[in-house]
């Protein structure tokens, strides 16, 4: 049992499926723990968020063992582990969060104050996150399991929705916080920058909050497509027209009641000639520019303190030109931060179990092996309309 693979940053662009050691009970620092299991991996996700550290876009490091979305089976559990046994179904959310301190007792557990040396908040496999190994592997640690994780209360049941329970680690909380905090409720006109898996969850979390319309905007025609495909507008920012023109076409007013950035800071201009140009301000610009006066915008795309890939120096820092004044002036409330996972994990849950929620055919989850890793990170980073969900141990099949 002592065997591991995972995939490993080698360097920006490339990814490897490297042998890598079995996990332990212990932190990054190898302070032993009992308050944490080993899993399985049943399940566990490509994410857009990778994609950065993959691009060269972070300060990560070679040898990097990634992955944050988690579905697995609890192998063996820590001596002060109580409410889960071996065989148990859960799932992982990305956030590290131990429980204790005051953040993660307010429910605020993306910004938890014990779980990283550096600054609040950890995640798995993740650059400046605390040093967790990622999940994208065989076998991973989970540290405070009985606060973490999410058990499925029926492991036969959860199976035949494997597809969806998986989004349950990242995406779909993701894109429902966007929502939420953007204010969506039933009657709401909402619009999604970015059609891409985080895009798609968010535009999906607002038909299940009751929205009227959810308009999703892209550059990607494939992306676009899909979108249409299972049920919402869409706009083709590659057009040379502004966005509020091409709302106003669809609502007949070129305003929306709530807004999303599903996109972060890799944003790209609008228009014909600016599509390929990199703006990592012009998404919250635009956002800001057809939210109605008094409106909400959700900010879950990723933004990052330092990108050594950044068009400018400023950019370098995480400094951008937003038009601050803008949203003063028609006073927009603004929410930002990686995503407390367990604040809706279960409810999530339970609407996915109940099939109120097709969150997996929504986002175009396509299972692939482990092995198959490297070819779906070239295939996501080429902007494909699919999830790539990896089965290490052909559980899914």
């Known amino acids: ?50 994609q950065h550290m993959v691009r060269g876009r972070t300060t990560a490091q070679s040898g990097l063992v990634l992955g944050h979305e988690i579905t697995g089976e609890v ?16 799932s992982v959310p990305f956030n590290v969060a131990c429980g204790r301190c005051r953040t993660c007792k307010e429910q605020d557990t993306g910004v938890c104050l014990s779980v990283n040396p550096s600054r609040a908040g950890g995640a ?68 999604v920058a970015g059609a891409g898996p985080v895009g798609l969850a968010a535009a999906a979390s607002a038909r299940l909050l009751g929205a009227a319309v959810t308009i999703v905007g892209d550059v990607n025609p494939v992306r676009l497509a899909h979108a249409r495909s299972v049920g919402f507008e869409t706009v083709d920012l590659s057009q040379d027209a502004s966005v509020g023109d091409l709302i106003a076409a669809i609502l007949g007013t070129p305003e929306v009641d709530c807004a999303i950035d599903c996109v972060g800071f890799e944003a790209r ?30 900010i879950p795309g990723l933004y990052v303190t330092d990108d050594p890939g950044a068009v400018d120096a400023a950019a370098k820092r995480g400094s951008l030109s937003i038009r601050l004044g803008l949203g003063w002036a028609k006073s927009h409330s603004f929410h930002t931060g990686q995503t407390p996972v367990m604040k809706y994990n279960r409810a999530l849950m339970q609407a996915i179990l109940w099939d109120r929620i097709d969150i997996a055919s929504i986002v175009g989850v396509q299972v692939i092996s482990l092995d198959a890793a490297p070819s779906g990170y070239g295939e996501f980073d080429a902007g494909v309309p699919k999830k790539f969900v990896i089965d290490p141990h052909g559980m899914l099949r």
Not at 24 to 34: D, G, M, Q, V
Not at 82 to 88: F, I, Q
Not at 279 to 292: C, H, Q
Request: hydrophobic fraction near 40%; proline fraction near 5%.
């Open 124 to 191: 798995y496999g993740y650059v400046d996150m605390g040093g967790w190994i990622g999940g994208q592997a065989e076998y991973v640690m989970v540290p405070y399991a009985d606060f973490n994780l999410l058990k499925f209360p029926d492991r036969d049941r959860a199976m035949e929705k494997i597809r969806d329970l998986t989004c349950l680690s990242d995406i779909l909380p993701t894109g429902y916080h966007g929502a939420v905090t953007a204010g969506v409720g039933p009657g709401s006109t909402v619009y």
């Open 1 to 50: 049992m002592a065997h591991n693979r995972g995939v490993v940053y080698v360097g920006a662009g490339k990814v490897e499926v490297q042998a890598i050691p079995f996990p332990k009970l212990e932190t990054p620092n190898k302070k032993r723990i009992e308050h944490g299991v080993i899993l399985k991996v049943v399940s566990t996700n490509i994410c857009g968020s990778d």
């Open 75 to 90: 192998l063996e559990i820590g001596r002060d582990v109580e409410t889960l046994r071996v065989g148990d179904l859960v």
């Open 269 to 298: 201009g609008h228009g014909h000639d600016g599509s390929q140009v990199e703006a990592p301000a012009t998404v919250l610009n635009s956002l800001m520019e057809i939210t109605r006066a008094a409106g909400k915008i959700g």
